[in-house]
């Protein structure tokens, strides 16, 4: 497996990963409307173009034999300080818990450490059980919000955090 820094070219390959990803994982947590609205928000061709030549959001991609297995986004000194933030980690349902998941976290940990950033943070759905997985990647609780989208829409996170050493 290797990991690629994702251009706009790979817009598409984003957007494939995430049609089959989001579904799956967010059918029990959110309803159908909710899925289409954020991942308009988040997937559209616009949003992903904006986000990687505007807003310094930096996409890898894992491939293995020619094939995407997932991607990870981050942004170092988010809000101008000295955190990174994961703005979104999905690995293919068939792909799941074989490292994938591990080997992105590890690497933007490596590419924060680089960069003096001292926190790794994300947010993620209080009933998502990725949570699990963050817990085993070294993440503790740090705060819960609800971010109203728009729409209606809320999105219930916590916000956790991994002290980088
Ligand atoms: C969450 C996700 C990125 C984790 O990636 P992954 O490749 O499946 O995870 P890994 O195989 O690297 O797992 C690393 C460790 O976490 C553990 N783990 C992973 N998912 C877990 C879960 N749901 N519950 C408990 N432990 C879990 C693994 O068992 C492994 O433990 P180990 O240290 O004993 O080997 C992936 O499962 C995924 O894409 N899920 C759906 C999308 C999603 O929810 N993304 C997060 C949005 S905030």
Known sequence: ??????????????????????????????????????????????????????????????????????????????????????HKIYVLPSTQGKGVGRFFIDTVSKIAKKNNNTILSLNVNRFNKAIEFYKRMGFDFHASENIDIGNGFLMEDYIMNKTLS
């Open 1 to 86: 497996m290797q990991i690629i820094e994702a251009t706009t070219d790979h817009i598409y390959n984003i957007q494939v990963l995430s049609d089959i990803i989001w579904p799956v994982t967010f059918k029990e947590i959110l309803s159908q409307e909710q899925i289409k609205y954020m991942m308009d928000m988040m997937y559209s061709t616009s949003s992903l173009e904006k986000q990687m030549t505007e807003l310094n959001h930096h996409y890898l991609l894992a491939e293995e034999d020619g094939e995407y297995l997932g991607f990870v986004s981050y942004e170092i000194n988010y809000k101008g300080t000295q955190t990174t933030k994961v």
